[in-house]
């Protein structure tokens, strides 16, 4: 399964597997922030752009750039932020940050993480989902170069609200608030992106010495650069683009990150052999797998948990969640797969056909409008239209088991659990409520009674009805 360019990642996996084998790695997540500004009862974190929460981004991408320890700081009275990044990283250490003093004072929430003395530290943003392990595995090279401060920087068309990079030569002086800027540096279009490094001898010693005496009263993280320059050290800046450092605090700026991101895995996807018919209509979720020689039509949603396997063809206005999509298999147009949905090789879902919970083998058919639910659909099996397996009772979910070789008369009913043998029939209308054994016919259905000439004199009737009144 390939959705992602080969090349590019062996080449950043020699350079992860190189920091791991000689530096070890703390990366703290800042996720204290409520982002009021989303108006949703829901922490901003715990959005999601494709598929994903956004701090499990950032932890992604922090655990693949080599950070073998976690540290992520929540705002009190986070138990969901808290159980979201156990949940994704159970090693991670949980801190409180119970007052709002600025980033450094984040920062150092995490002191006793800081104090297991890591030979790099990653400082991160759990508001920051579209940063790559690329770009902080160049942030720790910096650090193994002998920088005790790499802070991730970007030129935006406008500069305006950033803190400014002050640079001297090759080395980074100061980092500058824009409201503490002097006009000369509110010129500079080089810009603070937020992410930071700090050599974990010298993290402490920098930190503790950061103070409030700023505009905004708080311990600002950016003094690390001063700091460190006064204390001999080297600092500098490295450049990426601005999706790298792109923060997220309205739900306007959610959808442009989902867009931005959207955009990579579409040109992943097709690096790696997928057809796209109309790439800007097809959603994908950072976790779908696809194979070579997919082919996916317009209007195609992926949710999470989704692998296609070579040769399959996605048609249009399909939605597909936490299913396997086996090699040359056919969906839809008009198919809706849900979790649990198995399909093997050669397996045709039509339109308007919802799969949950199934396994459907090689070769089997279900061309058109039926509901397969907690079934098994035995290889070359045929579901005709209208077919619905009866899985729930109201309190209670149930299998039905269909055989090899099967055959389902449309517009039948199996109401499960049941069990259909291989190579058996049911006639089309039936409601199948017993075990039909293998290479039986089955059918239900009541006596065909024809009335000649009834609909002649019902229409009379009717007729003289409506004349007489």
Not at 33 to 62: D, F, Y
Not at 155 to 177: H, S
Not at 207 to 232: H, S, W
Not at 368 to 387: C, K, M, Q
Request: net charge positive; aromatic share 4%; proline share 3%.
């Amino acid at each position: 399964m390939l959705a992602f360019n080969q090349s590019g990642k062996r080449l950043m996996t020699r350079m992860i597997s190189s920091h791991r084998a000689k530096r070890t790695c703390l990366a703290i997540v800042l996720a204290a922030g409520e982002g009021t500004r989303m108006c949703s009862s829901r922490p901003k974190v715990l959005h999601a752009i494709g598929g994903k929460t956004l701090i499990a981004h950032v932890l992604s991408a922090a655990i693949e750039a080599g950070g073998a320890e976690l540290a992520i700081v929540v705002g009190p009275d986070r138990a969901d932020v808290a159980a979201e990044a156990r949940r994704l990283a159970p090693q991670a250490q949980i801190f409180e940050q119970r007052e709002r003093l600025g980033t450094a004072h984040a920062v150092l929430a995490a002191r006793k993480a800081i104090e297991a003395a890591a030979d790099d530290i990653l400082v991160m943003f759990a508001d920051t989902p579209l940063v790559r392990r690329e770009t902080l595995a160049r942030l720790r090279t910096a650090l193994s170069e002998g920088a005790a401060v790499a802070v991730l920087g970007f030129t935006p068309k406008d500069p305006a609200g950033y803190g400014r990079l002050v640079m001297n030569g090759d080395d980074l002086a100061a980092i500058v608030e824009e409201k503490d800027a002097t006009p000369q540096q509110r010129a500079i279009g080089f810009v603070n992106g937020g992410l930071m490094a700090l050599s974990g001898n010298n993290a402490l010693a920098i930190l503790d010495q950061i103070g409030n005496a700023n505009a905004k009263g708080e311990y600002y993280l950016t003094d690390a650069v001063a700091i460190a320059r006064q204390m001999g050290l080297k600092a500098v800046a490295i450049e990426t683009g601005e999706d790298d450092v792109r923060g997220i605090n309205t739900k306007a700026q959610l959808a442009e990150t989902e867009a931005v991101l959207q955009g990579r895995l579409r040109a992943q996807a097709m690096e790696a052999g997928v057809t796209l018919i109309a790439p800007e209509t097809v959603f994908l979720s950072s976790d779908t797998k696809l194979g070579r020689d997919v082919v996916i039509e317009p209007n195609v949603v992926f949710g999470p948990g989704v692998t296609v396997e070579d040769g399959a063809t996605i048609r249009s206005f399909s939605h597909l969640e936490g299913a396997h999509v086996g090699k040359g298999a056919r969906v839809g147009p008009f198919a809706r797969l849900r979790p649990g949905a198995k399909l093997g090789t050669d397996v045709h879902i039509g339109n308007f056909v919802e799969v949950k919970a199934s396994t459907i083998e090689d070769g089997a058919k279900a061309n058109h409008l039926a509901y397969i639910g907690d079934a098994r659909i035995g290889e070359g099996a045929n579901i005709g239209a209208g077919t619905i397996t009866c899985n729930y009772d109201g309190v209670d979910k149930h299998r039905t088991d269909i055989g090899k070789g099967a055959f389902i008369g449309t517009n039948s009913s199996l109401v499960a659990p049941v069990k259909i043998g291989d190579g058996a029939y049911i006639g089309s209308g039936s409601v199948v409520t017993k075990d039909v054994p293998a290479d039986a016919l089955m059918f239900e259905r009541a006596e065909l009674v024809t009335k000649q000439g009834w609909a002649a004199r019902f229409r009379a009737a009717k007729a003289a009805r409506k004349k007489n009144t």
